[in-house]
Nanobody
Framework: QVQLVESGGGLVQAGGSLRLSCAAS????????MGWFRQAPGKEREFIAG????????NYADSVKGRFTISRDNSKNTVYLQMNSLKPEDTAVYYC?????????????????WGQGTQVTVSS
């Protein structure tokens, strides 16, 4: 049983930055690979970034490479998404998810638990 709650979304100007947080509750947070997805109106849910159990391995979608950074602090049961150089096309609801195991996962069906989402809006 894992519960995930995202926070940190909001309205930001193009070129600005936001940091999203995902707070987890439940046993053995460090067991899970974690990820971030986003979904814009009328579009499919899209993989953004993944991180393994320890934080030693990561993977990013091409659309955010060099701009976004995923990290985790297992002592705080929290995973983060630092978003820099934001663009209007980054506007979406961002979701945190816990994977089925310890690795880095990039496919939606590999994730077992999901947060409620947090809105990110980037103005031009």
């Amino acid at each position: 049983q894992v519960q995930l709650v995202e926070s940190g979304g909001g309205l930001v100007q193009a070129g600005g930055s936001l940091r999203l947080s995902c707070a987890a509750s439940g046993r053995t947070f460090s067991t899970y690979g974690m990820g971030w997805f986003r979904q814009a109106p009328g579009k499919e849910r899209e993989f953004i970034a993944g991180i393994n159990w320890s934080g030693g391995r990561t993977n990013y979608a091409d659309s955010v490479k060099g701009r976004f950074t995923i990290s985790r602090d297992n002592s705080k049961n929290t995973v983060y998404l630092q978003m820099n150089s934001l663009k209007p096309e980054d506007t979406a609801v961002y979701y945190c998810a816990a994977g089925r195991g310890q690795g880095v996962y990039t496919v939606l069906v590999e994730y077992d638990y999901w947060g409620q989402g947090t809105q990110v809006t980037v103005s031009s």
